[in-house]
């Protein structure tokens, strides 16, 4: 049974730094794309940061140059540094692999909330 878990999340202060991360088991993810995701209330939930396989990755521009995702494929752990946090980057954030064939599997969510 592949599972994914997402830890890290927390309360942080506009600024700070939060790094996330996502165990995955059931499968040994090294050939899979994986995906960081995104969902504020009243919200659709968005991409916010992909790595392949191989480990390029790719960002939209309202996290590029904050966020860095990256995956230790030893570990079958995906994380995300998030930097300069803003207000708005407050959310659930969902850990997502993506399974040839499949729809893929979720992660059930990680609060991120940016405060004062």
């Known amino acids: 049974q592949v599972q994914l878990v997402e830890s890290g999340g927390g309360l942080v202060q506009p600024g700070g730094s939060l790094r996330l991360s996502c165990a995955v088991s059931?499968?040994?993810?090294?050939?899979?794309?994986m995906a960081w995701y995104r969902q504020a209330p009243g919200k659709p939930r968005e991409l916010v940061a992909r790595?392949?396989?191989?480990?390029?990755?790719n960002y939209p521009d309202s996290v590029k140059g904050r966020f860095t995702i990256s995956r230790d494929n030893a570990k079958n752990t995906v994380y995300l540094q998030m930097n300069s946090l803003k207000p708005e980057d407050t959310a659930v954030y969902y850990c997502?692999?993506?399974?040839?064939?499949?729809?893929?599997?979720w992660g059930q969510g990680t609060q991120v909330t940016v405060s004062s």
């Open positions: 997502y692999m993506a399974s040839w064939g499949t729809p893929g599997y």
């Open positions: 790595i392949v396989s191989r480990g390029s990755t």
């Open positions: 059931g499968i040994s993810f090294n050939l899979n794309d």
